[in-house]
C-alpha cells in the first residue's frame, strides 16, 4: 500500500521560498505515477499547481509555472519527490497536499489521484 | 486553461433523499473527469475516475455520469458520513488538472 507524507516548514517569510518533501513509502517514485501537489484554502478551495511523472515529464498550473518547481529524488536512501514555490506572498498560504495518480506513462495515462498524504499547512508572514 | 464550474455552490438534502452535483468544463474534456470528496481534516478521497467507474471501497451509492462538458455526482440515497465537500476534476488537457471550486453538502 502506497503511503504519502509531506515534510517541510510551516512558517515562511513573505518573498522567500517554499519547500516540502513528500517522503513515499511502498513503492518507489521510479514506479509508474503522477507525482503531484495540491494545495486547499479557503478562497479557492482544491488548487492543483503541478506533477512530475516517474519519466521526468512534468505539468505545472500557468499561474504558478514561472515560481513553482517539483522534482524527483530516488537515491539508495532517498525515495521522495519535492515542491519549491518562489516569491512568495500571503495568498500562497494553505494546506498542501502531495497525491499521486497510478499511470505517468504519457499525459493521458491518467486516472485520478488516488493516494494522498495527510497534509500540512503553510503559512507565509513575516 | 479548462475552467470547471460546480453547482450549486451549498446542497441540503434529508438522510435517505437524493443528492445530485453538477459541473460544466469550458470545454469538451471526453470522459476525463474524477470526483473527491474532502471532509474536515481529513485528505481528499478519490471517488470516481473516468466519468463514471468508483475507485476502490467506493460505495455504489455514489455514481457518476456525463460526457463532453456537463457531468454529474449523484448521491443515491444521502447518509451522515457522505457529509463534505465534493471537487469534480478535469485531467483532459496540458499543461493543468483543473479542480472545480467544489459543492458543500449539509443534511437538511
Known amino acids: 500500500q502506497v503511503q504519502l507524507q509531506e515534510l517541510g516548514s510551516a512558517l515562511v517569510k513573505p518573498s522567500g521560498t517554499l519547500s516540502l518533501t513528500c517522503s513515499v513509502s511502498?513503492?518507489?517514485?521510479?514506479?509508474?505515477?503522477?507525482w503531484t501537489w495540491v494545495r486547499q484554502s479557503p478562497v479557492k478551495g482544491l488548487e492543483w499547481i503541478g506533477e512530475?511523472?516517474?519519466?521526468?515529464?512534468?505539468?505545472?498550473k500557468p499561474s504558478l509555472r514561472s515560481r513553482v518547481t517539483i522534482s524527483i529524488e530516488k537515491s539508495w536512501s532517498q525515495n521522495h519527490f519535492s515542491l519549491r514555490l518562489e516569491s512568495v506572498t500571503a495568498a500562497d498560504s494553505g494546506k498542501y497536499y502531495c497525491?499521486?495518480?497510478?499511470?505517468?506513462?504519457?499525459?493521458?495515462?491518467?486516472?485520478?489521484?488516488?493516494?494522498w498524504g495527510p497534509g500540512t499547512t503553510v503559512t507565509v508572514s513575516s | 486553461e479548462i475552467v470547471m464550474t460546480q453547482s450549486p455552490v451549498t446542497l441540503s438534502v434529508s438522510p435517505g433523499e437524493r443528492a445530485t452535483l453538477s459541473c460544466r468544463a469550458s470545454q469538451s474534456i471526453d470522459s476525463d473527469l474524477a470526483w473527491y470528496q474532502l471532509k474536515p481534516g481529513q485528505a481528499p478521497r478519490l471517488l470516481i475516475y473516468r466519468t463514471s467507474s468508483r475507485a476502490t471501497g467506493v460505495p455504489a451509492r455514489f455514481g457518476g455520469t456525463g460526457s463532453g462538458t456537463e457531468f454529474t455526482l449523484t448521491i443515491s440515497s444521502l447518509q451522515s458520513e457522505d457529509i463534505a465537500v465534493y471537487y469534480c476534476q478535469q485531467y483532459h488537457q496540458r499543461p493543468s488538472r483543473t479542480f472545480g471550486r467544489g459543492t458543500k453538502v449539509e443534511i437538511k
Open positions: 511502498g513503492a518507489s517514485v521510479t514506479s509508474n505515477f503522477w
Open positions: 497525491a499521486g495518480a497510478t499511470g505517468g506513462n504519457g499525459y493521458n495515462d491518467y486516472n485520478g489521484l488516488d493516494v
Open positions: 512530475v511523472s516517474h519519466m521526468g515529464g512534468s505539468n505545472y
